[in-house]
Nanobody, 115 residues
Framework: QVQLVESGGGVVQAGGSLRLSCAASGSIFMMNVMGWYRQAPGKQRDLVAT???????NYADSVKGRFTISRDNAKNTVHLQMNTLKPEDTAVYYC?????????WGQGTQVTVSS
């Protein structure tokens, strides 16, 4: 069983940066994919970025060139560096981990970008 806890959310002005962290209670070494999703009020939860065990990344078109996902297996942590933030990035951001047999979600952290 893996528990995920996000941190690093907050309020930032447009053009600013935030770094989200996802700390796993168990080892993430065996996770095939780790990623970040976000959900704005009244909208569905959408993929932001993923990083697989081979180091391959995938980003939503809307964040390419601005967001960077990384993982630290030794610290069981996944990060999302968010630069040049826009008001449309405002959402609850969720950490996700997937093994061959299970999916895990964190509780989410709020990111608010003011114009």
């Amino acid at each position: 069983q893996v528990q995920l806890v996000e941190s690093g959310g907050g309020v930032v002005q447009a053009g600013g940066s935030l770094r989200l962290s996802c700390a796993a209670s168990g080892s993430i070494f065996m996770m095939n994919v780790m990623g970040w999703y976000r959900q704005a009020p009244g909208k569905q939860r959408d993929l932001v970025a993923t990083l697989n065990s081979g180091g391959r990344t995938n980003y939503a078109d809307s964040v390419k060139g601005r967001f960077t996902i990384s993982r630290d297996n030794a610290k069981n942590t996944v990060h999302l560096q968010m630069n040049t933030l826009k008001p449309e990035d405002t959402a609850v951001y969720y950490c996700h981990a997937a093994s061959l047999t299970n999916n895990y979600w964190g509780q989410g952290t709020q990111v608010t970008v003011s114009s």
